[in-house]
């Protein structure tokens, strides 16, 4: 760091002494001229050149140098140190400009983290700060573009966030707003310059207020990513929902969106009610329990006129016409009439499966304007929130979805000038729904509402890619996952359709919500049963499917490497979860190490191709090769080998094998593996499969077990079944049985 230092001073940068310095992360043993006034913090130096009015922030690993300017000189330096939602650090505030109209700026370091936050107050609409002039050279950049759904691109917007910068080695830095996220943008192009600014319009009350920008460094992708997405939440005191945080998180469900069978549509002898009650007996008599059902705009009132003003015919034109069958904004947010001629209420308890009710934009002319607070097509009225989510809770409904986000940010502008708009809009929707326990999904969102829900404390769900979920969208929707998965948000593929295996594969391993919407009798159980329990809980792994660092560095660079991802299970033994997928242009083959999934180069590991049940070795000197042709995509389970060469794979029959909703607890004994295994009620037996050279012997407490062995390929079967005597628990209120089994090798 003090080579750092000598080498910018020769440059004369440092040509003028400091009128302070804020020295932080300085190493013991490694000289730094800044030592005398330094104040030590992780790994990050803060230099500020006050007579030109520079700052500079450097980081020890990766060797990065960001450099800024205000543009003149800096007045009135403090030093101080304090404590917030991130933890104790140290920080360093001035003023600049006119004296009449000064701004102020703060410089944070966290003790503990090396979080960076770059602050600024008294600010006009079009001052940008931080405003870095040089950053580090050849890094590529990963972000998710200011569209619908925030696909990934790999070069900078102003209104992508946040950027991901990288090298060849995965070492990362990202740069997002950290406040404000609904009127703020990044400026720059990435490469030589990058800066925070807000909107443009922005109102001048707005721009004079504190607002945040956040950059972090480390190493890894992924990893720096997720940092990046606690560090905000933690800021925001956000508590995050687990992926069984509720109901449309734990439990399989059906949905009636864009792309399901029963959208806007209806077998015409039953009408719109009794072809869902029909859809919810189809499930009974096949023994697969729905949670609930998702009912789509087609359920309420609308107007005849689209979010732009374009005049709408009829939805479905073979339907008689009416406030259902249109697609316009939000008229009345009551049940049609037409459709449900009892109400709502009457219709779910019909129903018997609670709801998952969708909502879009209020109409310009809707009469709820007269009544409530709206900004421009947006509800931002508690009253309204209240008004809803007490007619929600007499109708069964236990979740929200706020569809079409994208065109309420547009088509509301105040939204995008002033801050408090946007925050009364996602903040009382969240708060009311909340005080109700309701789940609340978004859909069709812009990068900056996945920022905005660190301030969303209700936010469980997002959709992260197009409607329907089909091939076309695995790529969208694994990158996307990423910015989801770094936000606390579970990703949501959308409805799909049973029969296609890929599709509902990878929504299972999407951790988020699963449902289908399928045509009465073109189900595929079999693929249906491999996602669920027999009580319909989810079994699911624990964090959401990703792209590798591979992955994206390779894509970044323009390399046509075959799409890897993967996730992971671990209740004391981790099962790691590889999907690889050759698109278009891709290479035939890859060639994975453990490393790229995140696994010690000096284990041992067994893969078991999911479908074919195929058993590869696997370690740092013989890498996972995969040959595919194109849009081809393969499965595996990538399990550690045990002392003795023992390694399990879990429950082939579910999509995710050792799922903790199927394998409560696993354990390496000296005697073996002891697992939990989780039986619910209906099934009479689990079967665990797993490699061993020598063959398995087995042991139970509270049931039956038996095993048997192939010989040739190494793989095993033990089936466990509990007794009469086995205890019953609750799992969500579902009757379960728990079985410990000890495994070890002959």
Not at 560 to 586: E, L, M
Not at 607 to 621: E, G, P, Q, S, W
Request: proline share 6%; aromatic share 10%.
């Amino acid at each position: 760091m003090g080579n750092l230092c000598r080498r910018l001073a020769s440059r004369n940068f440092l040509g003028v002494m400091f009128s302070a310095i804020l020295a932080v992360g300085i190493f013991p043993g490694k000289p730094s001229v800044a030592q005398a006034a330094s104040m030590a913090i992780a790994g990050v130096t803060i230099h500020i050149n006050a007579a030109k009015g520079d700052y500079l922030f450097t980081s020890a690993s990766p060797a990065w140098t960001f450099r800024g300017t205000v543009g003149s000189a800096m007045r009135h330096i403090q030093r101080s140190s304090g404590r917030d939602n991130l933890g104790a650090f140290k920080e360093i505030k001035f003023t600049w400009g006119p004296t009449s109209h000064p701004r102020t700026g703060v410089l944070k370091c966290y003790m503990h983290s090396g979080t960076l936050l770059a602050g600024i107050t008294g600010a006009s609409p079009r001052t940008v700060f931080p405003d870095f002039t040089s950053i580090p050279s050849k890094l590529r950049v990963l972000s998710f573009k200011n569209a619908v759904f925030a696909g990934p691109e790999f070069h900078a917007q102003a209104d992508s966030m946040p950027w991901v910068l990288f090298n060849r080695h995965a070492d990362t830095a990202i740069i997002s707003p950290a406040s404000a996220f609904l009127i703020s943008r990044l400026a720059g192009n990435a490469k030589t310059s990058i800066g925070a600014e807000l909107n443009p319009n922005v109102s001048d009350s707005a721009a004079a207020r504190m607002r945040w920008t956040i950059l972090m460094m480390g190493h890894g992708i992924r990893r720096t990513l997720n940092f990046w997405g606690h560090a905000l939440d933690r800021l925001y005191n956000r508590p995050r929902i687990g992926n069984e945080g509720n109901v449309v998180l734990r439990n399989f469900g059906y949905w009636t969106d864009n792309g399901a069978c029963y959208y806007y549509n209806y077998v015409p002898k039953l009408g719109y009610a009794g072809t869902l009650e029909a859809v919810v007996r189809q499930f009974e008599r096949h023994k697969v329990p729905l949670a609930y059902m998702e009912l789509d705009s087609w359920w309420y009132r609308k107007s005849d006129r689209f979010v732009d003003g374009t005049l709408l015919k009829a939805k479905a034109g073979k339907f008689p016409p009416g406030r259902w069958n249109i697609y316009g904004g939000i008229w009345q947010y009551r049940a049609s009439h037409q459709l449900f001629p009892q109400g709502l209420g009457a219709f779910q308890k019909k129903l018997g499966v609670p709801l998952v009710c969708h909502g879009r934009w209020i109409d310009p002319h809707s009469p709820y304007h007269k009544k409530y607070a709206i900004s421009g097509v947006a509800p931002i009225d508690p009253a309204w929130w209240k008004s809803t989510a007490d007619y929600f809770a007499r109708s069964g409904v236990i979740g929200y979805e706020q569809d079409w986000l994208n065109d309420i940010y547009q088509y509301s502008p105040a939204m995008q000038i002033s801050r408090h708009v946007g925050d009364d809009f996602t903040g009382n929707m969240a708060a009311v729904l909340a005080r109700h326990h309701m789940s609340l999904i978004y859909c069709m969102p812009l990068p900056r509402f996945f920022l905005q829900s660190a301030a969303t404390p209700n936010l469980s769900m997002i959709r992260c890619a197009s409607d329907y979920f089909i091939q076309q969208r695995w790529r969208h929707f694994v990158y996307t996952s990423s910015l989801a998965h770094a936000m606390g948000l579970w990703p949501w593929t959308d409805t799909l359709m049973s029969r296609n295996t890929g599709d509902i594969l990878l929504a299972t391993l999407s951790g988020g919500p699963v449902g289908v919407g399928d045509q009465m009798g073109h189900e595929s159980w079999s693929n249906i049963r491999k996602v669920i329990r027999s009580d319909g809980r989810i079994v699911k792994p624990d964090a959401p499917l990703l792209p590798t660092d591979q992955t994206i560095m390779a894509e970044a660079a323009g390399k046509h490497r075959p799409f890897v991802a993967d996730t992971c299970s671990n209740q004391g033994i981790k099962t790691t979860y590889v999907f690889v997928w050759r698109q278009k242009g891709d290479h035939p083959s890859v060639r994975i190490s453990p490393t790229e999934l995140g696994l010690p180069a000096t284990g041992r590991y067994i893969v078991c191709n999911y479908f074919t049940h195929a058993v590869r070795h696997f370690d740092a000197k013989r890498p996972l090769t995969i040959n595919l042709h194109v849009n081809q995509w393969q499965y595996d389970i990538v399990a550690p080998q045990q002392a003795g060469g023992m390694a399990l794979f879990g429950d082939l029959n579910q999509f995710v094998p050792m799922g903790r909703q199927r394998i409560a607890k696993a354990a390496v004994r000296k005697s073996g593996v002891s697992l939990t295994v989780i039986v619910a009620k209906g099934e009479k037996s689990v079967v665990i499969s797993g490699y061993s050279k020598h063959g398995i012997s087995a042991s139970i407490r509270g049931g039956s077990v038996s095993t048997s062995a192939d010989g040739q390929t190494g793989l095993f079967t033990v089936t466990v079944s509990p007794s009469a005597n086995t205890p019953e628990q609750k799992d969500y209120h579902k009757p379960i049985q728990e079985i410990a089994v000890q495994l070890s090798s002959r």
